[in-house]
């Protein structure tokens, strides 16, 4: 677990950077996140520990599977124009503005879109009006 950071005014993780408001938070999520690398959470970390770089932000990890986690924030960063306008308050869910496919989670949209509509970028990042939506679907309200 690692100490405070005063400049972020956070707790952060020193294995994957995340930043939390309290102590106990920072425990609760070392605990359930950390669990296999938890040879590393009570001491400190040496240069030999930090194997594995980030190629795109160069900040280091004691696992394969920490900066491959880490890799995929950086993926869904380039999608994060999409958080507000995919977000419908009133259910609470993420749509799709493509093929209206709702989730819970931003991360799962930003899998789908990855997985389904990378070609799709260009129209991703367009403001679809109301009148531009000429055609209906005859199963459902969309």
Do not use: W
């Amino acid at each position: 677990t690692e100490a405070f950071d005063p400049t972020e005014n956070r707790y952060r993780c020193k294995l994957c950077y995340t930043n939390f408001k309290s102590f106990s938070t920072l425990v609760s999520h070392t605990v359930a996140i950390h669990k296999n690398e938890s040879e590393f959470l009570n001491r400190e970390l040496t240069a030999s520990d930090l194997k594995y770089n980030c190629g795109e932000c160069g900040k280091k990890f004691v696992t394969k599977d920490l900066v491959k986690s880490h890799r995929r924030k950086h993926a869904s960063e380039k999608f994060e124009f999409l958080r507000k306008e995919a977000f419908d308050k009133l259910e609470n869910i993420y749509r799709c503005k493509l093929c209206y496919t709702n989730y819970k989670s931003f991360s799962s949209l930003v899998s789908h879109t990855i997985a389904i509509h990378k070609e799709d970028m260009e129209l991703l990042q367009t403001k679809i009006e109301e009148n531009e939506l000429v055609f209906s679907c005859d199963e459902c309200d969309y």
